[in-house]
T-cell receptor, first 114, second 114 residues
Framework: AQSVTQPDIHITVSEGASLELRCNYSYGATPYLFWYVQSPGQGLQLLLKYFSGDTLVQGIKGFEAEFKRSQSSFNLRKPSVHWSDAAEYFCAVGRSNTGNQFYFGTGTSLTVIP | NAGVTQTPKFQVLKTGQSMTLQCAQDMNHEYMSWYRQDPGMGLRLIHYSVGAGITDQGEVPNGYNVSRSTTEDFPLRLLSAAPSQTSVYFC?????????????FGEGSRLTVL
């Protein structure tokens, strides 16, 4: 069965500090991987995605993520966090063989302190 | 470009009442889905559809019905609401996974069952 694990429920970082949010997946084939961000009271917005090719992908708002097949990971990074990055972050894996079924992790809540 | 539109945004029901959450997309996406979001549990897939006339169950389908009579619309029906269905519901759509692939989300519908 497919699953996505985000081991960190909540992370607090200082503004300007670097950030890494962890994501591990369990999937039998090459996964389609995504990171979404949800601001309070809002829907989810796509930050970046990985389908194939270069394992380091760039997204919006200065985020990047690296796909590591050997570790079954797709960690999200940002070199310098801004106060506006405070939000909930979700990792997701998609399947292609039965249609577009997506599975989400439980999310990581990010707090940014001045 | 409206994207994915959900109505209503807020709803309060009494136990045993029925209601329908509406979802419409104007992007001609084949895939549509419903998720519920609960604290600490991330997003869980309720039902999904890969095209008009085709629906299937996700992780937590009990208590919910769906139909897909057109490409644009994918309503979610609660036949007899229960307090356990208090949640925030998101509708999402996507094109074929091998294309742009990512999910586009509505703004959510907050349902309270008393």
């Amino acid at each position: 069965a497919q699953s996505v694990t985000q081991p960190d429920i909540h992370i607090t970082v200082s503004e300007g500090a670097s950030l890494e949010l962890r994501c591990n997946y369990s999937y039998g084939a090459t996964p389609y991987l995504f990171w979404y961000v949800q601001s309070p009271g809002q829907g989810l917005q796509l930050l970046l995605k990985y389908f194939s090719g270069d394992t380091l992908v760039q997204g919006i708002k200065g985020f990047e993520a690296e796909f590591k097949r050997s570790q079954s990971s797709f960690n999200l990074r940002k070199p310098s966090v801004h106060w506006s990055d405070a939000a909930e972050y979700f990792c997701a894996v998609g399947r292609s063989n039965t249609g577009n079924q997506f599975y989400f992790g439980t999310g990581t809540s990010l707090t940014v302190i001045p | 470009n409206a994207g994915v539109t959900q109505t209503p945004k807020f709803q309060v029901l009494k136990t045993g009442q029925s209601m329908t959450l509406q979802c419409a997309q104007d992007m001609n996406h084949e895939y549509m889905s419903w998720y519920r979001q609960d604290p600490g549990m991330g997003l869980r897939l309720i039902h999904y559809s890969v095209g008009a006339g085709i629906t299937d169950q996700g992780e937590v389908p009990n208590g919910y019905n769906v139909s897909r009579s057109t490409t644009e619309d994918f309503p979610l029906r609660l036949l007899s609401a229960a307090p356990s269905q208090t949640s925030v519901y998101f509708c999402a759509s996507s094109a074929r996974l091998q294309g742009t692939g990512e999910l586009f989300f509505g703004e959510g519908s907050r349902l309270t069952v008393l």
